[in-house]
């Protein structure tokens, strides 16, 4: 059974996607805000998203972006907005089909059939192989220079990240909002320490010799620029 991430923040309308995904024989989960989709789309992996853009905080083009940084899973968009022009921007975006509502059931129910007979079987960039680093999602874990390193939530979330914006700056502000799904900067301290424990998982594989691939920027956050 697939598992299907449905992004809405009207209750009744999450409530009846998700009766009539369940009764087609979908496993469904519901987000209503994009923190909440982030979130879900880290734990629960789906197989597609159904995505509405007018969501409370993080916004659905935010949640698109965010998420093409993580996955190709197969993105729905489901939205109110019925111009030509927003079509175009979403499947600009990164959207793979584009449904306005009001909306038919069955041609929602066909439109989530053919992106998922199209999509491939492995949609998550999981064996991500570089510079001496595997990640291997479905064990939450990384292969560092050979050896498979056991990590948290926490810090599997981080590493991806980082690793995903290879050579790229990601703040502490950004880092709290996808890993902790705290965009407010609550408990900055927190990045901080997770990047400590972190390296020290990484300094006690082989290959300890090799230059730390995290790398502190100061007043702005942290890079993964790969072993030298």
């Known amino acids: 059974m697939s598992c299907l991430l449905v992004v809405e923040d009207d209750p009744d309308l999450g409530i009846a996607l998700r009766a009539v995904l369940g009764q087609a024989g ?8 994009g923190h909440a989709a982030l979130r879900l789309l880290f734990a629960e992996r789906p197989a597609l998203m159904v995505l509405d853009l007018m969501l409370p905080g993080l916004d659905g083009w935010e949640v698109l972006d965010r998420t093409r940084d993580m996955t190709d899973l197969p993105v729905l968009i489901l939205s109110g907005r019925t111009s030509p022009a927003e079509r175009v921007r979403g499947l600009r975006a990164g959207a793979d089909d584009y449904l306005t ?3 038919d059931s069955q041609e929602l129910l066909a439109r989530v059939e053919a992106l998922l007979r199209r999509s491939r079987p492995e949609q998550w960039r999981g064996d991500y192989v570089e510079s001496g680093l595997r990640m291997v999602p479905e064990r ?8 498979e390193i056991r990590l948290s939530d926490i810090e599997y979330r981080l590493l991806q990240v980082l690793v995903r914006n290879r050579g790229r700056v990601v703040t502490t502000e950004q880092l709290l909002d996808l890993v902790w799904d705290s965009p407010d900067g609550a408990g900055r ?7 400590l424990r972190l ?21 702005l956050g942290y890079r993964y620029r790969g072993p030298h």
């Open 26 to 33: 979908y496993e469904t989960v519901l987000a209503d805000d």
């Open 189 to 195: 301290e927190r990045v901080k320490f997770a990047v």
């Open 101 to 103: 509502k009001p909306f």
């Open 140 to 147: 939450r874990s990384a292969v560092w220079q050979g050896r």
């Open 199 to 219: 390296r020290r998982r990484l300094a006690v594989a082989p290959g300890a010799g090799v230059d730390d691939p995290l790398e502190s920027v100061r007043g």
